[in-house]
């Protein structure tokens, strides 16, 4: 576990440098600009102590950029001065763990600094718990809709791929919860009979009763999503992806939702056959003007080379990473795999079992990635 010390007097830095780091992976930072480049280029450190009187930022402030900059790290406070007020600030800006005066024993720092890894420790364990409940949670909702609707399931799968292509184009840092909106967001269409997604992809018109049915999908996804912890961003994203209005609408589409509403318009199209001129001049009226930076990214992603080849491959052939360009049925005329669905090594083994009993075709039109060329 790392611990950074930082103090504007050498001595006192030199003083703890002998007594602990013998016992901790130490780091020392003289002052606090030292300390935050410290924290950038070393971190992250389970626990971070700051003496309280420093010139230019005193430990107060110090350490209320570090928690904005390392949220989980432990921090503590240590001053020669026996200020309440100081110590009054130190706990409620900076969240302080201890408060240590000067002179401090090494005996009183190391138990301190023992309680705080340990701390660290609690949280991260707590960290991980929740991540990993995130995943299982994931992956259970997105496997049932692989079962339920091979369709809704290929659907996301192609949203999400257009999504992260787009924000790979804008830069975005940080786009988990996009990637996750793309994923789940035909989650919802559990809810809705086979016979009304097969119309709707297929661009059938769907009676008045079907219309209502396949829109209450969002509202489905939005309510299994909202029972997963720290998913609200997501919810956000994907209850608004049947909210594709035009600027004027009195209740506007948030900033959040709008790519995914791009994307599933043009999915729309592109399923359809339409090519990719003539859906994006579609799409142009309504989105140049709502998010004309968006669809500018959107268009310039659509147009440029996504790194896949057409081929006809026959089964040996394919391989994890590839992408299908077409549906594929059994004897029994029933979905399998649907266009647009990445091979993952368990799907290449579930077509391996089943051309054991089925009938598949011989060769398999996919996309192939350029690297693997």
């Given at each position: ?6 103090d504007d007097e050498r001595h006192i830095l030199d003083s703890l440098r002998r007594g602990l780091m013998r016992r901790y992976d130490l780091t020392t930072a003289e002052g606090p600009e030292e300390g935050l480049a410290a924290l950038h280029s070393l971190g992250p450190f389970a626990v971070v102590i700051s003496d309280l009187a420093m010139p230019g930022m005193d430990g ?314």
């Amino acid at each position: 576990m790392k611990i950074l010390v930082v103090d504007d007097e050498r001595h006192i830095l030199d003083s703890l440098r002998r007594g602990l780091m013998r016992r901790y992976d130490l780091t020392t930072a003289e002052g606090p600009e030292e300390g935050l480049a410290a924290l950038h280029s070393l971190g992250p450190f389970a626990v971070v102590i700051s003496d309280l009187a420093m010139p230019g930022m005193d430990g107060v402030k110090f350490l209320a950029k570090v928690k904005d900059i390392s949220p989980l790290s432990v921090r503590m406070m240590l001053t020669g001065h026996g200020d309440f007020e100081s110590s009054v600030a130190a706990v409620n800006e900076g969240n302080i763990f201890r408060f240590l005066t000067k002179p401090c024993p090494v005996d009183a720092i190391i138990r301190a600094i023992d309680a705080g890894i340990e701390q660290y420790r609690l949280v991260m364990a707590e960290k991980e718990l929740l991540r990993g409940t995130l995943r299982g949670c994931i992956k259970v909702l997105i496997d049932i809709l692989n079962l339920v609707s091979p369709e809704a399931f290929s659907r996301g799968e192609r949203i999400k791929r257009l999504m992260m292509h787009v924000l790979k184009r804008i830069g975005m840092a940080n786009p988990l919860k996009y990637e996750l909106a793309g994923m789940l967001s035909q989650i919802g269409m559990v809810a809705v009979p086979q016979e009304i997604i097969f119309k709707r992809f297929r661009g059938m018109e769907l009676s008045p009763e079907e219309a209502q049915i396949y829109r209450m999908h969002a509202t489905v996804a939005s309510t299994l999503l909202s029972q997963i912890p720290r998913m609200t961003d997501v919810v956000e994203i994907v209850g608004h992806q049947i909210d594709c209005m035009n600027a004027s609408n009195e209740s506007p589409l948030p900033e959040s939702a709008r790519l995914l509403n791009i994307c599933l318009q043009y999915d729309d199209l592109d399923q359809l056959g339409v090519d990719k001129e003539a859906a994006i001049d579609n799409l142009r009226p309504q989105w140049a003007a709502l998010a004309p930076e968006l669809f500018k990214a959107f268009e310039e992603t659509v147009f440029s080379d996504d790194g896949y080849v057409p081929r006809f491959l026959s089964f040996k052939d394919i391989l994890p990473g590839m992408i299908l360009r077409q549906d594929i049925f059994d004897e029994g005329n029933t979905l399998i795999m649907a266009k647009g669905q990445e091979i993952t090594e368990i799907a290449r083994l579930r077509l391996s079992k089943l051309r054991e009993s089925f009938r598949l075709p011989d060769e398999i039109n996919v996309l192939v990635p350029l690297r693997s060329e």
